[in-house]
Each structure stands twice: as C-alpha cells, then as structure tokens.
C-alpha cells in the first residue's frame, strides 16, 4: 500500500481528480482490477478469496489516510498485513 499510495500517477489521480475513481469503486471492474486478479486468484486459489483481499487492500489505499490521529499509516499497513495473514493463513 505504501508503494502505490506514494506512486506518482495515483498521486495524480487523488489530487487533481478523485471523481475518476468513483465508478470504479461503485460500478464497475477497470483493467487494473482484472490485473490484480489475475495475479492474486491463483495465489490465493479462490476466486472469492482473491475479491475479498482486494476489497480490503483497496480500502486501505482509499480510506486509510482519514484514520490517522493517533495511528500512521505505518501503524495502518501493519494492521492490513496482520489482517491479511491471519485470513491467508
């Protein structure tokens, strides 16, 4: 989440034009979903296992920056990776 948080063209995107990203988290599946999983379904082996870490990872990405205060996002990308290790297994 880190590296993707701080990558340019996502800094862009939140900056200049957060609506971008609306039909894409109400709507509809873009290219860059399809990539992910295309990557993580068979690393989980579950198709419905693979949507679920997604939601959550793209929630983390989204949302994390509106629970700081007291936490960081340090503290934040922890709680992500203990999450989902502990449902991974």
């Known amino acids: 989440m880190r590296g993707l948080r701080g990558h340019p063209l996502w800094r862009k995107i939140v ?4 609506e971008l990203l609306v039909p894409y988290l109400l709507d509809r599946r873009g290219a860059s979903h399809e990539a992910i ?12 296992r693979a949507r679920a870490v997604l939601l959550v ?8 920056p509106t629970m700081l205060d007291p936490v960081t996002l340090d503290e934040l990308d922890a709680e992500l990776a203990a999450l989902l290790e502990a449902y991974l297994g």
């Open 57 to 64: 990872a793209q929630s983390f990405l989204l949302s994390a």
């Open 15 to 18: 900056e200049a034009d957060p």
């Open 37 to 48: 999983l295309a990557v993580l379904e068979p690393a989980v082996g579950d198709p419905a």
